[in-house]
């Protein structure tokens, strides 16, 4: 394990501003002089893998905790790791896909035991979201060395990487598990989403331990936590350090607070870019605009350590699961304008830290055209979320309605994920076809089944990825096709630009087999050579068109360097 230094960093101007922007943020309208989300992160292309899921770079790792292969189907552990991951940064496979980001799974150490009163089964804590000690590397995954030298590889390759943190919960109690103490935890009531109350200061799951984020009343650590360090020759270290930041910051020692510290540490040890926020709406919503601010001072105190870290240096990021957030249109549009009603309380997420919220309402609008659905975000995120970032996607972890889930139409859904305004949310096996139908799994165990790597060798993996590889690298290339202005040019076939500033893009799709003209309207001057991304092929604007031969899918037309 490093030896981590993390007491002694004193930020002064946070230190006597903190309290006073818990109370009042909340409250606040939007301000319109606000400044936007970096164009980088409104763009962003992220990756979002579960690390037991995705490649088992260490064998020797899997039986870390004598773990048990009694789990029912994909709800045990599958050796995945954080090594797993480095072998991939390293091959260049996230490059190829023009991923800017990659986030994964909660890699602090989960509950050894198991659960299984539900109709899912027994089941492990594979997925990382049942935590038990969040200042160390659940040694299934790794440690502390490879975390590092994840994040270093990362970086090497110019690829942020986004830790998922949790606040919310601990772990199940399992029968080999601890209980959490009752001054940290709640049992009960169980969550009825009726109100502010029953849907943030209640009982989540049986299987969890919710934390008592309302409260901001001191508490001791946990004897099992104590005894922990004890036996691991830390305890002395992590006291000395919670002394320290509780002096620097004079927050309460509240549960929350605890948590907060130990989370922003991986940030200011190991340079960790950004957040995505776990059951957001499920905790007093403060606490997110400190875990926000204490992330910052954390990025900028390794950024000052670190001068030859990656750059430019975009800000910290963090991104919120606001469980059923869409943007226009979604199933539950009625719950959110740019804030969530509770009921009785409304809170707006882009006011409490958040750059960005899952939007899960995009595998549904994803169904209807092109056309249709860039319009539509188009029409959103140069309105009321101007400015503001959401992340896309068709599948994910815990979303039971993916968009084609049989994969049977893999590349229409990949051109509408990756030509849509917004960031976008790569999960883990989207681009290799993953089917999200397996056989004989319970629940959201379908949703989970391991990469198949030998996919990628095949001719019809092969093409797919391919077909991911070149819109990703457009994307990255050219902050227009997710952050700019989209204008449709012509209807049939189906012709767009985006622009943000100079940087300048238009794309059609469906192109038919005869010389095909494409317009680009005012979007480029007569004379100027473009190319087009997909094929390679370069054109000379004439009379505010190009000609195409051939039958085109996509074709991406940007300036010829």
């Not at 020692?253 to 510290?261: H, Q, S």
Request: aromatic residues 10%; glycine residues 8%.
């Amino acid at each position: 394990m490093i030896e981590r230094s993390r007491a002694g960093f004193v930020h002064a101007s946070w230190r006597a501003l903190s309290l006073l922007l818990i109370t009042q943020v909340v409250a606040a309208a939007p301000s319109p002089s606000q400044p936007p989300l970096d164009e980088f992160w409104r763009n962003a292309t992220i990756y979002f893998l579960l690390t037991d899921r995705f490649a088992n770079g260490d064998p020797g790792n899997d039986p870390a905790v004598g773990q048990q292969r009694d789990a029912d189907k994909y709800r045990g552990f599958e050796g995945g790791d954080i090594e797993g991951v480095i072998e991939r940064i390293d091959s260049g496979y996230f490059s190829a896909l023009g991923v800017d980001a990659i986030w994964t799974t909660p890699l602090i150490e989960n509950v050894h035991g198991h659960v299984g009163e539900n109709s899912w089964g027994t089941t492990y804590s594979y997925h990382g979201y049942w935590p038990l000690d969040w200042t160390a590397v659940d040694p299934r995954l790794g440690n502390e060395v490879t975390l590092a030298r994840l994040i270093s590889a990362a970086h090497a390759k110019g690829i942020r990487v986004l830790a998922d943190v949790i606040i919310n919960h601990a772990g199940a109690p399992t029968a080999i598990d601890p209980k959490w103490p009752t001054a940290w935890v709640r049992s009960g009531p169980s969550c009825d989403y009726k109100s502010f109350a029953g849907t943030a200061t209640c009982e989540l799951s049986f299987t969890l331990q919710d934390i008592r984020t309302e409260s901001d009343a001191a508490v001791e650590l946990p004897e099992f936590l104590v005894d922990k360090w004890r036996r691991e020759g830390r305890l002395a270290q992590e006291q000395t350090e919670l002394e320290a930041f509780f002096a620097r910051t004079r927050l309460p020692r509240a549960p929350k607070y605890f948590i907060v510290k130990w989370l922003t540490d991986w940030v200011r040890d190991y340079g960790i870019d950004g957040f995505r926020v776990d059951t957001a709406k499920h905790t007093d919503p403060e606490v997110w605009l400190v875990l926000k601010r204490e992330a910052e001072a954390a990025l900028a105190d390794w950024r000052a350590a670190n001068p030859e870290r990656l750059r430019p240096d975009h800000p910290f990021y963090m991104v919120g699961e606001i469980y059923n957030f869409g943007v226009a249109g979604f199933e539950n549009a009625a719950k959110f304008g740019l804030a969530y009603e509770y009921g009785d309380r409304s809170v707006d997420f882009y006011q409490c830290g958040f750059d960005a919220l899952i939007n899960m309402g995009f595998s549904t609008h994803a169904r209807q055209s092109p056309a249709a659905l860039f319009s539509m975000y188009d029409h959103e995120l140069q309105g009321r979320f101007v400015g503001k970032g959401i992340l896309n996607y068709i599948s994910s972890h815990d979303d039971m309605k993916p968009l084609d889930p049989a994969r049977t139409q893999p590349y229409l859904a990949a051109t509408k994920l990756m030509l849509s305004p917004g960031a976008v949310q790569i999960y883990y096996g989207d681009e290799l076809s993953r089917s999200l139908v397996v056989p004989g799994t319970k629940g959201d165990a379908t949703l989970r089944s391991p990469m198949d790597w030998r996919t990628e060798n095949t001719r019809e993996g092969a093409q797919i990825l391919q077909h991911w590889q070149k819109l990703g690298r457009f994307r990255q290339a050219h902050p227009a096709v997710g952050a700019g202005a989209h204008q449709q040019l012509q209807a049939e076939p189906l012709v767009f630009a985006r622009v943000l500033a100079d940087d300048r893009v238009v794309v059609a799709l469906d192109v038919g087999n005869e010389m095909n003209r494409i317009p680009v309207g005012e979007v480029f001057a007569n004379g100027e050579r473009l190319i087009d991304r997909y094929s390679g092929e370069q054109v000379m604007v004439e009379n505010h068109a190009v000609h195409l031969s051939g039958k085109r899918a996509v074709v991406l037309l940007a300036r010829a360097e």
